[in-house]
T-cell receptor, first 113, second 113 residues
Framework: EAGVVQSPRYKIIEKKQPVAFWCNPI?????LYWYLQNLGQGPELLIR????????DSQLPKDRFSAERLKGVDSTLKIQPAELGDSAVYLC???????????FGQGTRLTVV | GENVEQHPSTLSVQEGDSAVIKCTYS??????FPWYKQELGKRPQLIID?????GEKKDQRIAVTLNKTAKHFSLHITETQPEDSAVYFC????????????FGKGTHLIIQP
């Protein structure tokens, strides 16, 4: 079992450029989360999917962030255009369902310069 | 929405002593409370969780207690060892509620040799 796989691990981009992150959850996990983690802080929820439906995206800055989970499996998170303040680690997690263990990927460390 | 407060932000204990980390939550509908450990540069990993129908749960040197009336829960680590040094996060979930899994800001636990 590979666990939750994210790519890329690291990304450096100039401000105003677009960037995309990819997540492959554990097979059979219906719930998928995207979190943002700043240095020294706890993960902050951006969006949660139940299968292919986004059931909580209230914290997603929709003017520049978008996400999709086609066919209820893999998911992508996009930022366009990126701002300096978007520099952080973007974590993907998946679980069988709500109120079960969420398994995290290694994260994508984004640096916007 | 759910708000999780975690204290202290930093905790330093002598090796072999006990460590206690406390969290409070705001949403009375929350019924699942996991604790995650995150080592530097690594992904958060679940160490123990508790559901609202249980007041206490133990797993070797780790225990979690839950007081639903007061809306607080605590992590207890006994006989601390150097490998316990990490950042610990508490979280709360209402199991399908709009907020999903909400994390505290973390406690940096330092085990002094």
């Amino acid at each position: 079992e590979a666990g939750v796989v994210q790519s890329p691990r690291y990304k450096i981009i100039e401000k105003k450029q677009p960037v995309a992150f990819w997540c492959n959850p554990i097979s059979g996990h219906n719930t998928l989360y995207w979190y943002l983690q700043n240095l020294g802080q706890g993960p902050e929820l951006l969006i949660r999917y139940e299968n292919e439906e986004a059931v909580d995206d209230s914290q997603l800055p929709k003017d520049r962030f978008s996400a999709e989970r086609l066919k209820g499996v893999d998911s992508t998170l996009k930022i366009q255009p990126a701002e300096l303040g978007d520099s952080a680690v973007y974590l993907c997690a998946s679980s069988v369902g709500m109120n079960t263990e969420a398994f995290f990927g290694q994260g994508t460390r984004l640096t916007v310069v | 929405g759910e708000n999780v407060e975690q204290h202290p932000s930093t905790l330093s204990v002598q090796e072999g002593d006990s460590a206690v980390i406390k969290c409070t939550y705001s949403d009375s509908a929350s019924n699942y409370f996991p604790w995650y450990k995150q080592e530097l540069g690594k992904r958060p990993q679940l160490i123990i969780d508790i559901r609202s129908n249980v007041g206490e749960k133990k797993d070797q040197r780790i225990a979690v207690t839950l007081n639903k009336t007061a809306k607080h829960f605590s992590l207890h680590i006994t006989e601390t060892q150097p490998e316990d040094s990490a950042v610990y996060f508490c979280a709360a979930s209402s199991g399908g509620g709009a907020d999903g899994l909400t994390f505290g800001k973390g406690t940096h636990l330092i085990i002094q040799p």
